[in-house]
T-cell receptor, first 112, second 114 residues
Framework: AQSVTQPDIHITVSEGASLELRCNYS??????LFWYVQSPGQGLQLLLK??????LVQGIKGFEAEFKRSQSSFNLRKPSVHWSDAAEYFC??????????FGAGTRLTVKP | KAGVTQTPRYLIKTRGQQVTLSCSPI?????VSWYQQTPGQGLQFLFE???????NKGNFPGRFSGRQFSNSRSEMNVSTLELGDSALYLC?????????????FGSGTRLTVV
């Protein structure tokens, strides 16, 4: 089965600074890759997804992610972080078996 | 259009009881997945239903079960509750599964077992 690793449990960045959240996946075929964001006590909101084609994908709220097959990575980036971006971020990998597996999540804190 | 609706939002049960959680997917979505989220284990896949059939199942004991109705609404049931079942249970819907664009999640049901 596929799996996801998010190496960073907690990241703190200053407001206005750039952000990169790391995600590595394990899957034998071309994966379906996703980034979700979760605010406390809420469900998950889809930020962006990669299925095929252009390896740089744009999402909502100014986020983007780049699929690098050679590194089995799908890192999430944002050029300038806003205080409202503070949340938990989950990378997920899906397969044709329709079971989506999530990483452990990275908690983002934004310093004023 | 309406999102994924989960009821109830909060639930407190006693050890040994059983519980049923409900999920109404986005209109037109036929795939429904369930996840358990805990601080220690993170998001764990329970099962996925499509057109009233369970297509996939995660590594949970048989106390966890689910079903899907002809209108795509889904329920999950946990019998003989244990303290460790306390968690946020998330339901997610999709048109037909992962390959059709990922899942839209509900706000979850917070289950507390005392």
């Amino acid at each position: 089965a596929q799996s996801v690793t998010q190496p960073d449990i907690h990241i703190t960045v200053s407001e206005g600074a750039s952000l990169e959240l790391r995600c590595n996946y394990s899957y034998g075929a071309t994966p379906y890759l996703f980034w979700y964001v979760q605010s406390p006590g809420q469900g998950l909101q889809l930020l962006l997804k990669y299925f095929s084609g252009d390896t740089l994908v744009q999402g909502i709220k100014g986020f983007e992610a780049e699929f690098k097959r050679s590194q089995s990575s799908f890192n999430l980036r944002k050029p300038s972080v806003h205080w409202s971006d503070a949340a938990e971020y989950f990378c997920a990998v899906g397969s044709n078996n329709n079971d989506m597996r999530f990483g452990a999540g990275t908690r983002l804190t934004v310093k004023p | 259009k309406a999102g994924v609706t989960q009821t109830p939002r909060y639930l407190i049960k006693t050890r040994g009881q059983q519980v049923t959680l409900s999920c109404s997917p986005i209109s037109g979505h036929r795939s429904v997945s369930w996840y358990q989220q805990t601080p220690g284990q993170g998001l764990q896949f329970l099962f996925e239903y499509f057109s009233e059939t369970q297509r996939n199942k995660g590594n949970f004991p048989g106390r966890f079960s689910g079903r899907q109705f002809s209108n795509s609404r889904s329920e999950m049931n946990v019998s003989t509750l244990e303290l460790g079942d306390s968690a946020l249970y998330l339901c997610a819907s999709s048109l037909e599964g992962t390959q059709t664009g990922g899942y839209t999640f509900g706000s979850g049901t917070r289950l507390t077992v005392v």
